[in-house]
């Protein structure tokens, strides 16, 4: 019997949770693994690793416990574990969950971290900015990773790329998927280690996150980044109408992005999903020609908190941070007509 804090096992879960698979890719993929004092999970791209006092060997199904934890009340609760269940003991209230004392995952696939070293001062924030620039297309393999080159981070999925210059401190550049490396964006990461096929990184509290990593051919962006156009300033308040938008959009879970448009006089931000869409127009200093780019809502959002100013041309949309940049590919778009629906009144910034 192990008595534990059923808070602290929650947050012990989460930290570890980025490593599950929502379907079983693998065997036990979707498991907590419980191993010689360690809570580990396993998905082939991402592996979380975090000390506990938890000393049994067993494998039990992520969903269950994580929910039947979280509908406790109890501060305290006690776990049992035997041949076949994890025993969790509440006041005047018990629930046994199937525990295999196998464990099936590869996890010696996983390179031990050595030679630990710090996380680059804005890593995090990179990743965070970056990762929603690679894309979902397979057949284009490079395009769904972000690329960690020793100078900067960078992604691009053919119609939008991001890079962040920074001294990053690896050898050669690495590619991780940008599903897989989009979990660092939470973490308070303190230093990393890049081992045969893994890049890890760990944080204050000792968590381990280990990414895949691959070594293969990414394309040189530089030269698409050297775009001259209009300076125009920002709309205020677009980073809000973003997370409007996205209210509908992240409905779309394979792509969740929003249409911008640009037209003379204003830009128009739209989110749509299954269940409805959101529309918002800002006035803006444009006089070109209509003009369109999808994005994420989240990326946008940033954007727009972060930087007041954006360059366009007749294709392109950069957005120049100093050490950030973001381009954009502009499609045109047909001209407007007296039945297009049209934000009216209150809905547009004055």
Same mark, same amino acid.
């Given at each position: 019997?192990?008595?534990?804090?059923?808070?602290?096992?929650?947050?012990?879960?989460?930290?570890?949770?980025?490593?599950?698979?929502?379907?079983?890719?693998?065997?036990?993929?979707?498991?907590?693994?419980?191993?010689?004092?360690?809570?580990?999970?396993?998905?082939?791209?991402?592996?979380?690793?975090?000390?506990?006092?938890?000393?049994?060997?067993?494998?039990?199904?992520?969903?269950?416990?994580?929910?039947? %934890?979280?509908?406790?009340?109890?501060?305290? *609760? /006690?776990?049992? +574990?035997?041949?076949? @269940? #994890?025993?969790? =003991?509440g006041k005047r209230r018990q629930a046994g969950i199937r525990m295999d004392k196998d464990v099936l995952l590869?996890?010696?696939?996983?390179?031990?971290?050595?030679?630990?070293?710090?996380?680059?001062?804005?890593?995090?924030?990179?990743?965070s900015l970056v990762h929603e620039c690679a894309g979902k297309d397979e057949s284009q393999f490079w395009a769904?990773?972000?690329?960690?080159?020793?100078?900067?981070?960078?992604?691009?999925?053919?119609?939008?790329?991001?890079?962040?210059?920074?001294?990053?401190?690896?050898?050669?550049?690495?590619?991780?998927?940008?599903?897989?490396?989009?979990?660092?964006?939470?973490?308070?990461?303190?230093?990393?280690?890049?081992?045969?096929?893994?890049?890890?990184?760990?944080?204050?509290?000792? %968590?381990?996150?280990?990414?895949?990593?691959? *070594? /293969?051919?990414? +394309?040189?962006?530089? @030269? #698409?980044?050297? =775009?001259?156009?209009?300076?125009?300033?920002?709309?205020?308040?677009?980073?809000?109408?973003?997370?409007?938008?996205?209210?509908?959009?992240?409905?779309?879970?394979?792509?969740?992005?929003?249409?911008?448009?640009?037209?003379?006089?204003?830009?128009?931000?739209?989110?749509?999903?299954?269940?409805?869409?959101?529309?918002?127009?800002?006035?803006?200093?444009?006089?070109?020609?209509?003009?369109?780019?999808?994005?994420?809502?989240?990326?946008?959002?940033?954007l727009c908190k972060r930087y007041h100013e954006c360059e366009i041309t007749k294709d392109r949309l950069k957005?120049?941070?100093?050490?950030?940049?973001?381009?954009?590919?502009?499609?045109?778009?047909?001209?407007?007509?007296?039945?297009?629906?049209?934000?009216?009144?209150?809905?547009?910034?004055?």
């Amino acid at each position: 019997m192990i008595v534990v804090n059923r808070q602290e096992l929650l947050e012990q879960l989460d930290a570890v949770a980025p490593g599950l698979s929502s379907r079983e890719v693998i065997e036990q993929s979707s498991c907590f693994v419980f191993q010689e004092g360690n809570l580990i999970t396993y998905n082939d791209e991402v592996s979380c690793r975090q000390k506990t006092n938890l000393k049994f060997t067993g494998v039990v199904q992520a969903k269950p416990l994580v929910s039947i %934890l979280q509908k406790l009340a109890e501060e305290s *609760i /006690e776990l049992i +574990p035997n041949e076949s @269940e #994890l025993v969790i =003991v509440g006041k005047r209230r018990q629930a046994g969950i199937r525990m295999d004392k196998d464990v099936l995952l590869p996890l010696k696939n996983v390179d031990k971290p050595k030679n630990w070293q710090p996380v680059p001062e804005g890593f995090t924030e990179a990743v965070s900015l970056v990762h929603e620039c690679a894309g979902k297309d397979e057949s284009q393999f490079w395009a769904t990773c972000v690329n960690i080159s020793p100078k900067w981070i960078e992604a691009c999925d053919n119609f939008q790329l991001s890079r962040y210059k920074m001294v990053v401190g690896v050898s050669e550049a690495i590619l991780v998927r940008s599903y897989a490396i989009k979990c660092l964006t939470v973490l308070d990461l303190k230093e990393f280690s890049v081992t045969e096929s893994w890049i890890h990184f760990k944080n204050k509290t000792g %968590l381990i996150v280990s990414c895949r990593k691959y *070594i /293969e051919q990414y +394309p040189d962006l530089t @030269e #698409l980044l050297k =775009v001259k156009g209009t300076s125009t300033v920002l709309p205020k308040g677009l980073s809000d109408a973003a997370e409007k938008a996205e209210v509908f959009s992240s409905e779309n879970t394979e792509t969740n992005q929003v249409l911008v448009e640009l037209r003379p006089g204003k830009l128009r931000i739209k989110g749509i999903g299954v269940s409805g869409w959101y529309s918002e127009s800002k006035k803006l200093a444009y006089k070109g020609e209509p003009l369109s780019f999808m994005v994420s809502p989240k990326l946008l959002s940033e954007l727009c908190k972060r930087y007041h100013e954006c360059e366009i041309t007749k294709d392109r949309l950069k957005v120049n941070g100093g050490n950030y940049t973001y381009i954009a590919c502009l499609e045109k778009t047909p001209k407007e007509n007296d039945n297009d629906q049209e934000e009216k009144g209150t809905s547009e910034e004055e």
